[in-house]
């Protein structure tokens, strides 16, 4: 594991002796990175973590003049169509999950502005994989979690907005009105009680 993206280089030696494909070693905490990087974290399967509260958040605004290549600040969806495995994470800064996600798809920085370049944005099904089962790929339990399906572990949250739906100002403030884990509840604000239940029916059309 390492923070530095210039390790990428180093990695590229390593794996002429010992190949790394399939290892799933990860590089954190990244900013800018260059389009060789990028090709090479790809060839060596490599997992990267991006430190989107520095480098999109909180030094955004600073992107243009730092003199880098405008593509290269933090290139997710390079990345993605590169078929890199890009795991989102906080460092606990907030320990919110989701703005993590809004940095991803808004690219927006503590003052409002855009952050460029704007292609480099997630969508917002990619940024929530991104959040949940590409975290269980680099951890190798992607057998156990990450996804709601048969056989898997009965972890979910219910949320107080739909992050595939709602305005992107919204994203950032979402949080868990109740958290399931191994299908116990082991968080519940009281919010979901106090909400009525709306009821719809899905009828299917015959054609």
């Known amino acids: 594991m390492s923070i530095a993206p210039d390790i990428i280089d180093l990695l590229e030696e390593v794996d002429r002796v010992v190949p790394l494909d399939g290892r799933r070693w990860v590089v954190q905490h990244f900013g800018p990175l260059s389009r060789p990087r990028c090709e090479a974290a790809a060839r060596l399967g490599l997992v990267l973590t991006p430190l989107t509260t520095r480098y999109i958040f909180k030094e955004g605004d600073d992107a243009a003049a730092s003199g880098e290549p405008a593509d290269d600040h933090v290139p997710l969806a390079r990345l993605a169509e590169m078929g890199v495995s890009v795991t989102l994470a906080t460092d606990n800064a907030p320990p919110s999950m989701?703005?993590?996600?809004?940095?991803?798809?808004?690219?927006?920085?503590?003052?409002?502005?855009?952050?460029?370049?704007?292609?480099?944005?997630?969508?917002?099904?990619?940024?929530?994989?991104?959040?949940?089962?590409a975290g269980a790929h680099l951890t190798f339990e992607e057998r156990e979690k990450g996804t709601l399906a048969a056989g898997m572990l009965a972890d979910f949250a219910v949320l107080s907005d739909d992050p595939l739906g709602c305005a992107d100002d919204v994203l950032p403030h979402i949080r868990a009105h109740r958290t399931v884990v191994g299908g116990t509840i082991v968080h519940d604000d009281g919010e979901i009680a106090k909400t009525p239940v709306a009821v719809q029916t899905w009828t299917r059309r015959r054609q």
Request: hydrophobic share 45%.
């Open 98 to 133: 989701f703005h993590s996600i809004w940095h991803a798809c808004a690219r927006r920085s503590r003052t409002g502005a855009a952050v460029p370049p704007a292609g480099q944005a997630l969508s917002r099904i990619d940024a929530l994989k991104a959040a949940t089962t």
